[in-house]
């Protein structure tokens, strides 16, 4: 072997140690309180190092620092915890915030639900980038398996007597919309 390519290869064997060393100390906010438990769920609650006000499962979240609220974010706080990852959710948090923290640098990562099927997927990419891809995929795995025993327990049902309570049109959340409406009535939208 020559001298160049013992050289590649101690680089290259470097370069993954610094990457897998980068991922096991991976500092992270999360922004809304259901992306603190997708972190949770992936095997990574102990990385999170600062959550939004409201969050509280798991217990442990709620010895966290609360960067904020869903109305304003403590920036001198965020920089003071070094995040290396931020989670946010588009649509439910503020764009000029997520702005602001991706013009200071910060790895603003935006997570998008459009339908209840999508989170076992956002438990493996929290679990990819944080390194705990073991852990994430059960627990996607079993999460899917549930929704897919819950969608067949209610399939062919003929009637369905809902209540669902209208927040968008109070100026609350933006959350509810015509396919998360039909996955509570009948689980239905894939």
């Not at 992270?28 to 509280?56: Q, T, Y």
């Not at 795995?141 to 897919?148: A, D, T, Y």
Request: hydrophobic share 40%.
């Amino acid at each position: 072997m020559t001298r160049f390519t013992s050289l590649i290869i101690y680089f290259g064997v470097a370069l993954v140690s610094v990457s897998s060393y980068a991922q096991d100390n991976a500092r992270v906010i999360a922004l809304s309180p259901h992306l603190a438990e997708l972190v949770h769920d992936a095997g990574a609650g102990n990385k999170l190092v600062g959550v939004i006000r409201g969050s509280n499962y798991p217990a442990r979240v709620l010895k966290i620092p609360a960067i904020g609220d869903a109305s304003a974010i403590d920036i001198e706080l965020i920089v003071k915890l070094k995040p290396d990852y931020i989670f946010a959710w588009e649509g439910g948090n503020r764009f000029g915030d997520i702005q602001k923290l991706q013009t200071m640098g910060f790895q603003v990562k935006l997570f998008s639900t459009s339908s209840i099927y999508d989170v076992p997927n956002q438990i493996r990419e929290i679990g990819a980038l944080l390194g705990t891809s073991e852990p994430a995929l059960v627990k996607a795995k079993q999460l899917e398996n549930e929704l897919l025993e819950l969608r067949d327990l209610y399939r062919g049902d003929k009637e369905k007597r809902v209540f669902f309570e209208d927040l968008e049109s109070a100026g609350i959340y933006r959350w509810w919309r015509e396919c998360y409406q039909r996955h509570l009535a009948n689980m239905s939208c894939e």
